[in-house]
Each structure stands twice: as structure tokens, then as C-alpha cells.
């Protein structure tokens, strides 16, 4: 009796909360927080590519720590970080929709494995000033890798969904490297809010 007062206690609490704050959004926050309310979802497909530049003087991916043991097959425990040009197709000269930033880390003794830790910024288009976070493991030897999004900024506000990622091209001689993303996400679409009250603010 006493653990089902306590779920009803607090499933009371976090129905009042949620309500709360609905009713409360004002200004440029109320559209979102009306849709998100109303549970006004879209699922999105984004499809683009990374200039991954791994050497020369242009190398947009660096090394910034390793361990004693970085130089074995797998470099494990070596940890880089770039600062990747998204383009709309593989050409580096096509259309630039933002930039790939932040770590990766190889963290497997036995294959080779990178854990990502990457936001796109979108800097064009409909997206511009958007961001979506990648989190999880990326077994670069893999033809697809899928990797979770973890979440976002902007029109991708409280995202989620996956990402599969394929490298498209890899030159040896010059180290550059070209990464295929198809991203499917769901996220709250304030275009489909209509001009009526937050359903739960009553």
C-alpha cells in the first residue's frame, strides 16, 4: 500500500510539474513548448558528407593525447579532436551546410573502435543555427556504423534517434578521408502548432 501512495505521489508530482511548464513558456519559447506539449513530432532525414582531413597543414582532425600504448594496432587510448566541413555531397567544393566538431577516442585493446562524442553545426539552410549531438561506439572497420543521437539544439530541440555513417573515400597518400551520414531524428516540429492553448494547460 505504501509503495503504490509513493508511485501515485509521484507520478501527481510529475503530471503537475510537466503541466507547469507548459502553462509557464512565454515569448519565443512558447511555440516550442506548445508543440511539445501537444506532442506535435516530425521525423527528419538528413543526408551529408564530412571532409575529414586527416594531414597537412589543412588537417582538420588532430591528436591532442595518448597512451603509452597508442601505437599499437588499434591506437588505443589515443583521443583527437576535428573540426570536420559538412558538405551536401562528397565534392569538398559543394554546398557547405556547417562543421562536425569534437572527440573521438580509440577505446578497444583488440579492434579498431572510436568512441564519438560529435555535434553538427549547421551553419545553412533550414537548419542554420541547429546543432545535433552523436554519442556511442563507431567500428571504423565496419561498412555501416550505427551511432545514437543523443540529442540537439534549436529545430532539434530534445532530439533522438540514429545515425549510420559508411566512409565514402579514404586517399592514403594524402590522408584525407570522406564520411557519409545519413541521420534519421525526431524532434518536436512547431510548424504543425496551431494558434489554440496548451493542451495542458487546463
Known amino acids: 500500500m505504501a509503495k503504490i501512495s509513493t508511485l501515485l505521489l509521484v507520478y501527481s508530482f510529475f503530471v503537475l510539474g510537466f503541466s507547469f511548464t507548459c502553462a ?5 519559447e512558447k511555440s516550442w513548448h506548445e508543440a511539445f506539449c501537444q ?5 527528419t532525414k538528413l543526408h551529408f558528407y564530412l571532409q575529414d ?3 597537412g597543414p589543412n588537417a582538420t582532425v588532430w591528436e591532442v593525447a595518448k597512451s603509452p600504448i597508442s601505437n599499437s594496432v588499434t591506437s588505443f587510448g589515443q583521443i583527437r579532436v ?3 566541413l559538412i558538405t551536401r555531397t562528397p565534392n569538398p567544393n559543394s554546398k557547405k551546410l556547417g562543421r562536425a566538431q569534437g572527440l573521438i577516442t580509440f577505446s578497444d585493446l583488440d579492434v579498431s573502435v572510436l568512441n ?3 555535434n553538427f553545426v549547421f551553419t545553412a539552410g ?3 543555427g541547429s546543432t545535433l549531438t552523436i554519442l556511442g561506439r563507431n567500428q571504423i572497420m565496419n561498412v555501416d556504423r550505427e551511432l545514437p ?5 534549436g529545430i532539434f530541440r530534445m532530439a533522438r534517434g540514429y545515425a549510420i555513417s559508411n566512409t565514402y573515400s ?3 597518400s594524402t590522408n584525407y578521408g570522406i564520411l557519409e551520414y545519413t541521420v534519421y531524428v525526431v524532434h518536436t516540429d512547431v510548424s504543425k502548432v496551431k494558434n489554440i492553448q496548451m493542451v495542458m494547460d487546463t
Open 126 to 128: 533550414s537548419y542554420n
Open 149 to 153: 543521437v543523443v540529442g540537439g539544439t
Open 82 to 84: 576535428l573540426d570536420d
Open 24 to 28: 509557464i513558456a512565454k515569448g519565443p
Open 53 to 55: 582531413v586527416l594531414g
Open 116 to 118: 564519438m562524442n560529435l
Open 170 to 172: 579514404y586517399n592514403v
Open 39 to 43: 506532442g506535435k513530432e516530425t521525423t
